[in-house]
């Protein structure tokens, strides 16, 4: 059984602990050199990042290592966590803007995954269990669906050694292939008008983009930002 927003509810895991940095490590020992540290999930990614004093480059670099393979996800934290993600979740539903986003992306797209909340639905919220987050995580974190991005004053070679120590250990594998079905072409415009309480009124409209591999879509990013940037 699948359930909705495992992507999401596994973020919220991974700032908790891995086998290297237990407890709250993850996030308290980049604090305690003066960083900052952040992720976030959308529609298909989640990222990691954390800015810090460049002579503190490897700890974010052995935090990362231990997140694609090495996290802790002990019960007990499981259910700490699932009050947070609920909350979160409320927030949302609380804003007619992202109400009224979703509603619309769920109308125009039928088939592919995007139509789908990124943070799930509160049945599925409450229902998932560290089996369902476990099973995620070894299906889709690892090395070949990950990409990592070093940026600022650093020596690239010297770099390049210390990732391919850190993360040269895990083993090769094919990345997650994308959806098998393709989202069917629309045919006409499609509307879904929502009420509701509250004096404000919003308007939303939608067009298909070009996906990020078509030839097309350089220039659809540069008319995207000059239209609307």
């Known amino acids: 059984e699948s359930r909705q927003g495992l992507a999401h509810y596994l973020e919220h895991m991974a700032f908790r602990a891995t086998e290297n940095f237990p407890a709250t490590q993850v996030t308290t020992r980049i604090s305690g050199v003066g960083g900052e540290w952040h992720g976030y999930t959308w529609i298909d ?3 990691y990042f954390e800015t810090l004093p460049k002579d503190q480059l490897d700890l974010a670099l052995r935090i990362e290592a231990d997140r694609l393979g ?3 996800i002990p019960e007990k934290e499981v259910e700490a966590e ?3 993600v609920l909350a979160e979740l409320h927030g949302y539903e609380n804003d007619p803007a992202t109400v009224l986003n979703d509603a619309v992306v769920y109308t125009s797209l039928l088939a592919h995954p995007y139509r789908n909340n990124t943070i799930g639905w509160e049945s599925d919220v ?3 269990g560290r089996d369902d987050l476990v099973a995620f995580y070894r299906e889709h974190y690892k090395a070949a669906n990950a990409v990592l991005v070093v940026v600022g004053d650093v020596d690239t070679k010297a770099v390049r050694n210390r990732v391919a120590e850190l993360f040269g250990k895990y083993p090769a594998s ?3 292939p994308p959806p098998n079905t393709p989202e069917p072409p629309q045919v006409g415009e499609r509307r879904v008008n929502l009420e509701g309480a509250g004096e ?3 308007f939303e409209i939608v067009y298909r983009a070009p996906a990020a591999g078509s030839p097309d879509f350089p220039a659809f990013v540069l008319m995207q930002e000059l239209l609307g940037g």
Request: proline residues 6%; positive net charge.
């Open 126 to 128: 409450r229902a998932i």
């Open 45 to 47: 990614q989640t990222t």
């Open 82 to 84: 699932r009050g947070d």
């Open 200 to 202: 404000a009124s919003y």
């Open 174 to 176: 094919e990345p997650t």
């Open 70 to 72: 090495r996290l802790l």
